[in-house]
């Protein structure tokens, strides 16, 4: 199995940034497609970014392409997400999540899951 812990979350501004991180367990970190999604209050979640196996392959959704920008380190068995021009309607709880082998935009297509980070973003 595979282990996620997210930080980074937390209160920012409109405008502001975020850096978040999903720190991974296990020897096989690069075997995964890793995914960030997003859950607003009241919300189905939905995916926000993936990256492939090395990295070489990104995918976002509409709302944050430009704004975000998903990475990963595979000798640190850690992905990112990095937000910037943050609005209000980015506010949720954000995930992090891995699956065997590709990227996917569906959640039911991953495997292991964090227990997710809030963000909040005030106007």
């Known amino acids: 199995q595979v282990q996620l812990v997210e930080s980074g979350g937390g209160l920012v501004q409109a405008g502001g940034s975020l850096r978040l991180s999903c720190a991974a367990s296990?020897?096989?970190?690069?075997?995964?497609?890793m995914g960030w999604f997003r859950q607003f209050l009241g919300k189905e979640r939905e995916f926000v970014a993936a990256?492939?196996?090395?990295?070489?392959?990104?995918d976002y959704a509409d709302s944050v392409k430009g704004r975000f920008t998903i990475s990963r380190d595979n000798g640190k068995n850690t992905v990112y997400l990095q937000m910037n021009s943050l609005k209000p309607e980015d506010t949720a709880v954000y995930y992090c999540?891995?699956?065997?082998?590709?990227?996917?935009?569906?959640?039911?297509?991953?495997?292991?899951w964090g227990q997710g980070t809030q963000v909040t973003v005030s106007s």
């Open positions: 990256i492939s196996r090395r990295g070489g392959n990104t």
């Open positions: 296990g020897r096989t970190f690069s075997s995964y497609a």
């Open positions: 999540a891995a699956r065997r082998f590709d990227v996917d935009r569906r959640t039911n297509s991953y495997d292991y």
